[in-house]
């Protein structure tokens, strides 16, 4: 990492939101690292040899949240070998475990720029998560039940931890029941006023 702090926006909202379609807009427009805390727990459950596989496949099933200093040191080590110093932390952080862990280990380090946070129903998450397991995903948790309890660990702990980041007034809320091209309208908005490229 460079001697500048690196900028960080954490992306925030339920299941299916939309959130890693839009990191992916981000990515090709102002050029920052999407980091998907769900991915990288996926990718190091399915590493041969991860003493944690088992564990994380638990909570994923399970719609839980693994706790923080597995996935705060997945993304620290992603943030250090892409060498870059942008980046879209995606899906985290979604607890108070996560939040706390975060500040202990990376709060000085870098510079978080603002929290986006992908607004929409339940009624909406579960329609393109039970879409995108149908489309095949291949996801062990985009089925109605694990969905179930997704949501829930969003509304009991997700959404205090949007809600404090509120207070400090760096949520940037974004309508995600809209369409793909017109929420990326929208995020364009949000950059141009704030600045972050
Ligand atoms: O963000 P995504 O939907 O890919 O996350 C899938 C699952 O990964 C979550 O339901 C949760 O079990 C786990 N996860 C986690 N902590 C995070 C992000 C994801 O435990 N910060
Ligand atoms: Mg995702």
């Not at 597995?70 to 870059?84: H, P, V």
């Not at 510079?111 to 995108?132: E, G, S």
């Not at 949007?162 to 364009?188: N, Q, T």
Request: charged letters at 30%.
């Amino acid at each position: 990492m460079s001697a500048e702090k690196p900028k960080v926006i954490f992306v925030l909202g339920g299941p299916g939101a939309g959130k890693g379609t839009q990191c992916a807009n981000i990515v090709k427009t102002y050029g920052y690292v999407h980091l998907s805390a769900g991915d990288l727990l996926r990718q190091e459950r399915n590493t041969e040899g991860s003493e944690y596989g088992d564990l994380i496949e638990t909570h994923i099933k399970n719609g839980t949240i693994v706790p923080v200093e597995i996935t705060c040191s997945l993304l620290e080590r992603a943030m250090i070998e892409s060498s870059k110093n942008k980046f879209l932390i995606d899906g985290f952080p979604r607890s108070k475990d996560n939040m706390e862990g975060w500040e202990r280990q990376m709060g000085s380090k870098v510079n978080l720029r603002c929290v986006f946070f992908f607004d929409c129903t339940d009624q909406i998450c579960v329609d393109r998560c039970l879409k995108r397991g149908l489309a095949g995903s291949g996801r062990t948790d985009d089925n109605e039940e694990s969905l179930r309890k997704r949501l829930l660990t969003y509304q009991r702990e997700t959404m205090p931890i949007i809600m404090h980041y509120e207070s400090l007034g760096l949520v940037r809320k974004i309508d995600a029941a809209k369409p793909e091209e017109e929420v990326f309208e929208e995020i364009k908005v949000i950059f141009k006023e704030f600045d972050a490229e």
